[in-house]
C-alpha cells in the first residue's frame, strides 16, 4: 500500500524561530509544506502573505503547498505561483468562476486545487472534474489551527473518493484540520490521500516523529 503524502502547515509554526522550524521539515519525510493564506474576509482570521512566503522559498526545501482562504481567489494565482507555489488551492466558496480560475492555476505550472467547506456538497465539483488535480476537504470549519475534526467530514471523504473514481478522475484527496496520529487511519481509509498537520506536527514534542509516523499511517 502506498503511504500518504504528508504537509505540516506553517500555521503552527513557531513565527519566531522561522529558519530553526523550516530546517526541521527540511530534514523531515515530509511532502510538502502547508502554507495557509486568510485575508481576514472569506475566514476570519488573517494568517501571511507574499513577504512570508518570500522567506520562507529561501529556507524550504520541500514543495509549497498553498491554500487561500481569500475572497476572489484569481486576484492572487499568477503572484502565488511566481511567488514559488508548486500547488495552490482555493475555495470552491469563493471563487465565481472556478473552472477558469483553476485552468490558470495549471498554465501557471502548479497542481491545481479546489477546497470545499463542511457544508459545500462534493456533487458540486462533477463539472469542474476535468481541471482539479487535487480536492481539499476542510475537515474543520477554516480559519484557525488546533480545531477538533469534524466527524461529518468521515462520509464526505467516502463520497468524493467515490464520485472521482466515477468520473475517471486520478485528482488527490487532501484533508485539512484537525489531524492526528488517532484520526489518520480513519481518513486514509475513507479515501484520503494527503494529510495537512499543524497542531499535531509542531506542538508535538518531536515533530520529527510526529511526521514520520504520519507517513507511516495505515488504512484501518
Ligand atoms: C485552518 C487551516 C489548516 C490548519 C490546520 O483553516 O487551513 O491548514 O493549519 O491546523 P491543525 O492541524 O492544527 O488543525
Ligand atoms: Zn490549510
Known amino acids: 500500500m502506498t503511504q500518504p ?102 498554465e501557471m505550472g502548479c497542481r491545481a486545487g479546489v477546497a470545499l467547506n463542511m457544508q459545500t456538497p462534493v456533487s458540486l465539483l462533477e463539472d469542474v472534474v476535468d481541471v482539479i488535480d487535487v480536492v481539499l476537504v476542510m475537515t474543520i470549519n477554516p480559519g484557525f489551527g488546533g480545531q477538533k475534526l469534524l466527524p461529518l467530514s468521515i462520509p464526505k471523504i467516502r463520497k468524493l473518493r467515490r464520485m472521482l473514481t466515477d468520473a475517471g478522475s486520478s485528482a488527490l484527496i487532501e484533508v485539512d484540520g484537525g489531524i492526528t496520529l488517532d484520526n489518520a487511519p480513519t481518513l486514509l481509509s475513507a479515501g484520503a490521500d494527503m494529510l495537512v498537520a499543524g497542531s499535531s506536527v509542531f506542538g508535538a514534542d518531536d515533530p520529527l516523529e510526529a511526521i514520520r509516523q504520519l507517513k507511516n499511517s495505515r488504512q484501518l
Do not use: W
Request: overall charge negative; glycine content about 4%; aromatic content about 8%.
Open 5 to 106: 503524502l504528508i504537509a505540516p502547515s506553517l500555521l503552527a509554526a513557531d513565527f519566531a524561530n522561522l529558519q530553526r522550524d523550516l530546517e526541521l521539515i527540511n530534514r523531515s519525510e515530509a511532502d510538502y509544506l502547508h502554507f495557509d493564506v486568510m485575508d481576514g474576509e472569506f475566514v476570519p482570521n488573517i494568517s501571511f502573505g507574499f513577504p512570508v512566503l518570500e522567506a520562507v522559498r529561501r529556507h524550504c526545501r520541500k514543495p509549497l503547498d498553498v491554500h487561500l482562504m481569500i475572497a476572489k481567489p484569481e486576484r492572487y494565482i499568477d503572484a502565488f505561483a511566481e511567488g514559488g507555489a508548486a500547488s495552490i488551492s482555493v475555495h470552491y466558496e469563493a471563487s465565481i468562476h472556478l473552472h477558469r480560475t483553476l485552468s490558470r492555476i495549471r
